[in-house]
């Protein structure tokens, strides 16, 4: 296994890589187990208004992603495209520390956390199109492993959330989370350099009247993502208040809780990203 992962350095940026995902998982879960009782504690919202505030700024991010993914894959700067993404994140974060009001709150957090959508999604294409362009034959591992980062950040940023919360209160907190996404945003500038695109012909092909919503090979999966990550959310929303509320536990369970699960999807994230080439799911 460690030469496997050691033969994935061929990928060029793959350290910075694997860097700025570790740092995203952390950003987000520095913070989002934390939101709910934020909202509900410190603002005065109830469930159903966070629930409403969730909603639209989650809408947001998905009306963007979806105008710039198209773009992205027809000649953008994905450097510059992951950029704006962290400052956005960044500025989406320190409004927590300026806005109380609700709508006001909201607007500014529908803006920036849609402009923000995009990050991760672009650092993943980029790193797609660099492993196509490398000599590696496990791109699909090398995939795996780093969305398997996303969870290792997980494990790790519940728990720093738990100690700034403790220490410096949400101020701190969202202040951490905003210093992280700048970080992000400094060593991308810094680091990773300005490809040119290579339109590959079957996205031209696409682009040329095929939908690809036409697939099922398409929809099915669209289809079980939805469901999915509509669960999660569910989950990120409701689990920390339950702990809080019915099980009257502390901020500090809170995290535990997020950060045990988190520690259990990695190694069957890598795992099953490794039996990928054996187990081939489309003929």
Request: hydrophobic share 50%; proline share 4%.
């Amino acid at each position: 296994m460690y030469k496997r992962f050691k033969k994935l350095f061929v990928i060029k940026g793959y350290r910075l890589f694997i860097i700025c995902i570790l740092l995203v998982g952390v950003g987000i879960s520095i913070t989002q187990p934390y939101l709910s009782l934020y909202a509900t504690e410190k603002l005065g919202m109830s469930t159903s208004a966070f629930g409403v505030f969730m909603a639209v700024s989650s809408l947001s991010g998905v009306f963007i992603n979806s105008i710039i993914a198209k773009r992205s894959d027809s000649g953008l700067d994905r450097r510059w495209l992951i950029i704006v993404a962290m400052l956005s994140s960044a500025l989406g974060y320190a409004s927590y520390l300026v806005f109380d009001s609700f709508m006001i709150l909201l607007l500014f957090i529908a803006f920036f956390t849609g402009l923000g959508a995009p990050a991760m999604p672009q650092i993943y294409a980029y790193a797609q199109e660099s492993a196509n362009e490398s000599q590696t034959s496990d791109k699909t591992f090398a995939m795996s492993a780093l969305r398997s980062l996303v969870s290792l950040g997980f494990l790790i940023g519940p728990l720093a959330g738990t100690l700034i919360l403790g220490l410096l209160g949400y101020k701190g907190l969202f202040i951490g989370t905003s210093a992280i996404y700048l970080i992000i945003a400094t060593l991308v500038y810094l680091f990773l350099p300005t490809r040119k695109l290579v339109q590959r012909q079957d996205r031209k092909r696409m682009s040329m009247g095929n939908s690809p919503f036409r697939s099922r090979q398409i929809m099915q999966p669209l289809i079980a993502f939805i469901f999915l990550f509509g669960v999660h959310a569910m989950h990120g929303i409701n689990t920390p208040l339950f702990i809080i509320n019915e099980l009257h536990g502390t901020h500090t369970d809170v995290g535990l809780v997020v950060s045990i699960s988190a520690g259990l999807e990695i190694p069957i994230m890598l795992i099953l990203g490794s039996w990928v080439k054996k187990y081939q799911t489309i003929p």
